[in-house]
T-cell receptor, first 112, second 114 residues
């Protein structure tokens, strides 16, 4: 099992550009989520999904879109990047909402 | 609303001495509580979890934590620090009132001196 994989590992964007962060898991987990990590703030939930076709907003959803067309994949889209979105992004998956979450290695994004 | 406060942003210990990382939580219902560790430039790894069974929870790498409902605390300890314990540690709460979403503390960075 590869677990949770994320691509790319690093990305630099200019303000206003768009991009998609990829996340995939091979554990057949129903629950997937995206977090951003900023210094001193722990991880904050951006969006989550409880199964294919179902997504919902987390704590800091503005500026991000998600979709879940398959159980395995949960991409995160930045529609128009802003410097405030400079952060490290983590994807996680779990059997269900109340189960242990498994984290990917992260994507470090810089917006200039 | 649920919340987590990690009382120390940085902890410095000498190798071979005990480690104590303090965590207080707030949750409307009986919560699930977790400790995660993040080594530099890595993802998060689960150390241990409390889900309303035994109040003293043993985790990986010699860590343990005690759930104290009266003090709303879930402190993480290890009797003897190793150099490999240098990392950032996150206390996390999850409760039904918040739809079982995870709420993270701000993190405690541990430095281990030789």
């Amino acid at each position: 099992n590869a677990g949770v994989t994320q691509t790319p590992k690093f990305q630099v964007l200019k303000t206003g550009q768009s991009m998609t962060l990829q996340c995939a898991q091979d554990m057949n987990h129903e629950y997937m989520s995206w977090y951003r990590q900023d210094p001193g703030m722990g991880l904050r939930l951006i969006h989550y999904s409880v199964g294919a076709g179902i997504t919902d907003q987390g704590e800091v959803p503005n500026g991000y879109n998600v979709s879940r067309s398959t159980t395995e994949d949960f991409p995160l889209r930045l529609l128009s990047a802003a410097p405030s979105q400079t952060s490290v992004y983590f994807c996680a998956s779990a059997r269900g909402r109340s189960y242990e979450q498994y984290f990917g290695p992260g994507t470090r994004l810089t917006v200039t | 609303a649920q919340s987590v406060t990690q009382l120390d942003s940085h902890v410095s210990v000498s190798e071979g001495t005990p480690v104590l990382l303090r965590c207080n939580y707030s949750s409307s219902y009986s919560p699930s509580l977790f400790w995660y560790v993040q080594h530099p430039n890595k993802g998060l790894q689960l150390l241990l979890k409390y889900t309303s069974a035994a109040t003293l929870v043993k985790g990986i790498n010699g860590f343990e934590a005690e759930f104290k409902k009266s003090e709303t605390s879930f402190h993480l300890t290890k009797p003897s620090a190793h150099m490999s314990d240098a990392a950032e540690y996150f206390c996390v709460v999850s409760g039904k009132a918040a739809g079982n979403k995870l709420t993270f503390g701000g993190g405690t960075r541990v430095l281990v001196k030789p």
